[in-house]
């Protein structure tokens, strides 16, 4: 078994050392995981954008069904990307475009929060397997030219992570017809990754849009929801036997902790 080893330093910099090294293993930030093998990126997950697995499947380009059969049959393998293309499901082209998508819209969450408390897993490996591994200077390069770009349509990032809310009293009118499919999935709870997903759109497209109704004074944050107080000694929903309270959790991630597990 292979043991998780704290880093410190920057994760630009400690994935640059992993490159020279050319090393194998998962490297976790705070918002995000890079699987590395022989010095190169193969895959990058981050709960602030949908997997490939969404991506797929809300598109249209693989039923729900497909997917789970090729990490049920494949999985324990690392070989998911390969099952889908040798069963028929997906060509190699298709597979290559839709997971380096999903890569660098991973990557750039995991990189947005730079954090010194790192850690890599040697050899670890994620079971979707080796599609197109990217040069980890080319992952750093793109997700340096999206923030920049971002940054000029609207320079607060909250709205890439943060609930969202439309602006009452705001006209939307004569909008693109992508930005106004974003607009009309802007509800005060959904997040920009919520909405791609519901969009089956790549997120950092989802972003440009989202992030350009902002400039328009159309959307904001959502506030925080309001506090309820809660009386001693009662315990309600959502409740532990002695009333503090505890958080619901995750499904989806829980889904993709369960199915990690299962492919160990």
């Known amino acids: 078994m292979t043991t998780a080893a704290a880093t410190d330093g920057s994760a630009p910099a400690m994935l640059g050392s992993l490159a020279a090294d050319r090393a194998t293993g998962a490297l976790s930030t705070e918002s995000g995981v890079f699987y590395l093998a022989a010095g190169h990126i193969v895959h990058v997950e981050s709960a602030y954008s949908p997997d490939l697995g969404d991506l797929l499947t809300r598109s249209g380009a693989l039923p729900a069904d497909g997917w789970w059969e090729a990490v049920e049959r494949a999985g324990a393998r690392h070989r998911v990307g390969r099952q889908l293309v040798d069963s028929g499901r997906l060509t190699a082209g298709a597979l290559e475009l839709c997971h380096l998508g999903a890569l660098f819209d991973a990557a750039y969450f995991a990189l947005a929060q730079d954090t010194a408390a790192l850690r890599f897993r040697p050899e670890a490996a994620h079971w979707l397997g080796a599609v197109r591994p990217v040069p980890v200077a080319g992952v750093l390069r793109e997700s340096r030219r999206r923030r920049d770009l971002l940054d000029r349509i609207w320079p607060d990032p909250a709205v890439d992570t943060a609930p969202l809310a439309r602006v009452p009293g705001a006209d939307p009118a004569d909008l693109p017809p992508r930005r106004g499919r974003t607009l009309a999935r802007v509800d005060g709870t959904s997040t920009a990754a919520q909405i791609a997903s519901a969009l089956a759109c790549r997120t950092f497209h989802t972003l440009v849009e989202l992030r350009r109704l902002a400039a328009d004074g159309l959307i904001t944050p959502a506030p925080p929801p309001p506090v309820v107080p809660r009386i001693a000694g009662c315990?309600?929903?959502?409740?532990?036997?002695?009333?503090?309270?505890?958080?619901?959790?995750?499904?989806?991630?829980?889904?993709?902790?369960?199915?990690?597990?299962e492919a160990l």
């Open 235 to 261: 315990a309600g929903p959502g409740t532990g036997a002695s009333g503090d309270a505890w958080d619901e959790p995750d499904t989806a991630l829980l889904r993709r902790l369960l199915d990690a597990l």
